[in-house]
Each structure stands twice: as structure tokens, then as C-alpha cells.
């Protein structure tokens, strides 16, 4: 009885562990996207800071387009597709309202530029990585990796090449992450090391307006020694495996025996049903030789006289 309450109370505050954990990792999402919220809006809160000459400027574009239509509406006007973001600059700051698209935008000729975003999933490989493992055997890795924006603004304002930069991360990942790993944990653990490393890319990417969405590991080469050793072990244990089969298997023919002889004692006519079965059996097989049985007891007769 007390091993029982020992063992529901060991599970009771498992449970409770789990929901705690659950809460502090809902809470540091929240905090996350609050801190990623109020970075996007810092940046695009800088509309309204270029000052008196930006201003000037922007109404001398708008005076500009005015008087040189309609020929001017060809250069304002914009199109960005359904799987594109256009993040537009003013005069160097971008524009408040965040990222536009999909469809038509408008611009100012002379003080607008922007930049278009792609906001489908991306996929790339990650190159073999040759890795020390934690029991200190080399391996080469390789795997894949599935991302996409999900911050157009901060993919543009925070990081000049959000593509390289999660490449490079990525492969530096995969050799912090393997080289805690024994190879055993390696070969049977893929998925655990591929959720590992997505969630650490996912928050390392975070600043950067990325969302990784899948890692995966897609071979491990060992070494060719290793390789020799490691076919050499495992066929020694499947022959290993074969004796004791065998080893069973007499034993248990052996027993069989014993048994059918103890019954052929108990009924004399038993051995000549016997004879006679082997007999049909041989017969059957269209062989000319013929075995009789001779008893022992007549041939000691015999080496008597």
C-alpha cells in the first residue's frame, strides 16, 4: 500500500511538473511575440521622424507626381504577388503600417523605395558535417531544414542576409547539438536531435523575423573501420545467437527422444510398428537398400559360442 501512494504521488507531481513547465513555456511565448511586437512597431514608428526637410521633400514628390500626370501614376503604382511583403522606406525610414501586400500600393516616386519579401517556405540542406561525438567517434551529418518569414520588417531591418545567416546557424547548431550525443544516441535518436535543434534555430531566428518550421536529419556516415567493427560485432552475436538456438533445439529433441523411447519400452510391439513405418518410409523413396534390425541380445549369443 505505501509503494502505491509512493507511486501516485511520484506521478501527481510529475503531473504538476508538466503543467508548470507548460506555463513558463506559454509565458515566454507571450513575452517573445510582446518583445517582437514592440520591436516592429520601433521601427516602423519612424515615419514620422524625418524632421522638417523630410517633410518638405515628401510634399515636394507629391507636388511633383500631381503635376506630371498621368504619366506619373505608372511609377507610383505597385504590385507585389499573394506570396510576397513589400516593405516600403521613406526618405530611409520605413513606413508606418508595417509590411504591404499582397495586391496594389502606391509610392512617391522620388523619396519612396521598398524591397519584397518572400514569404513561402523555404528549404535548404545542410551540408555534411564532420562531428566528434561525445564518445569521441567521427561522424559525417547532414539534414534539411524547412523556414519561412514570418517578419517581413524585421527580416529586412535586423539582419542583412536572413537566408545565410540561418544557413550558417543551422550548421552550427547540428555540431553544438550532435556533439553532446553518444553515437548510440545518434542512431536511434533522430527525431529528438532534430526537435532539439529546431527549437533552438527558432528562438536564435527569432530577432530576425524567421520561423523555423522542421528539422531533419537525413544520413549518418561512420568511418569504414567503424563500419568493419560494427558488422564484425554484430555478426559474431547473430552466430552466437544461431548456437543457442541450436543448442535449444537438441536439448529439446533430446527430451523428445527420451520420452518416445520410455514409451516403446512400456509396449514391445511399439518397436516393430516402428520398423515397419521406417520401412514404408524408405519404400517411398524408391531406394534399394533395406536396413533390418538386429537385436543386440542375439549377437552377444553369437560372440558367446
Not at 562531428?131 to 529586412?156: E, P
Not at 527420451?258 to 514409451?263: I, M, N
Request: proline share 3%; glycine share 4%.
Amino acid at each position: 500500500m505505501e509503494d502505491g501512494r509512493e507511486t501516485a504521488a511520484m506521478k501527481e507531481q510529475k503531473r504538476k511538473d508538466r503543467q508548470i513547465g507548460c506555463l513558463l513555456q506559454l509565458h515566454f511565448s507571450i513575452d517573445r511575440w510582446c518583445y517582437t511586437n514592440d520591436d516592429t512597431q520601433a521601427l516602423e514608428s519612424g515615419d514620422s521622424d524625418i524632421g522638417v526637410c523630410g517633410w518638405i521633400l515628401v510634399l515636394f514628390s507629391i507636388l511633383l507626381t500631381l503635376l506630371t500626370l498621368p504619366l506619373s501614376i505608372w511609377m507610383c503604382i505597385k504590385i507585389v504577388k499573394e506570396y510576397e511583403r513589400a516593405i516600403i522606406f521613406r526618405l530611409g525610414r520605413i513606413l508606418r503600417g508595417g509590411a504591404k501586400g499582397p495586391g496594389l500600393f502606391f509610392i512617391l516616386p522620388c523619396t519612396d523605395s521598398f524591397i519584397n519579401v518572400d514569404m513561402r517556405t523555404i528549404t535548404f540542406d545542410i551540408p555534411p558535417q564532420e562531428v566528434l561525438t561525445k564518445d569521441s567517434v567521427t561522424v559525417s551529418v547532414d539534414g534539411v531544414v524547412y523556414y519561412r518569414v514570418q517578419n517581413a520588417t524585421l527580416a529586412v531591418a535586423n539582419i542583412t542576409n536572413a537566408d545565410a545567416a540561418t544557413r550558417l546557424l543551422a550548421q552550427t547548431t547540428l555540431r553544438n547539438v550532435l556533439g553532446t550525443k553518444n553515437l548510440a544516441e545518434i542512431l536511434s535518436d533522430r527525431e529528438e536531435i532534430a526537435h532539439s535543434m529546431q527549437s533552438t534555430l527558432d528562438d536564435a531566428t527569432d530577432d530576425w523575423g524567421i520561423k523555423v518550421e522542421r528539422v531533419e536529419i537525413k544520413d549518418v556516415k561512420l568511418p569504414l573501420q567503424l563500419q568493419r567493427a560494427m558488422a564484425a560485432e554484430a555478426e559474431a552475436t547473430r552466430e552466437a545467437r544461431a548456437k543457442v538456438i541450436a543448442a535449444e533445439g537438441e536439448m529439446n529433441a533430446s527430451r523428445a527422444l527420451k520420452e518416445a523411447s520410455l514409451v516403446i519400452a512400456e509396449s514391445p510391439s511399439a518397436l516393430q510398428l516402428r520398423y515397419l513405418q521406417t520401412l514404408n518410409t524408405i519404400a517411398a523413396e524408391k531406394n534399394s537398400t533395406i536396413i533390418f534390425p538386429l537385436p543386440i541380445d542375439m549377437m552377444q549369443s553369437f560372440m558367446k559360442h
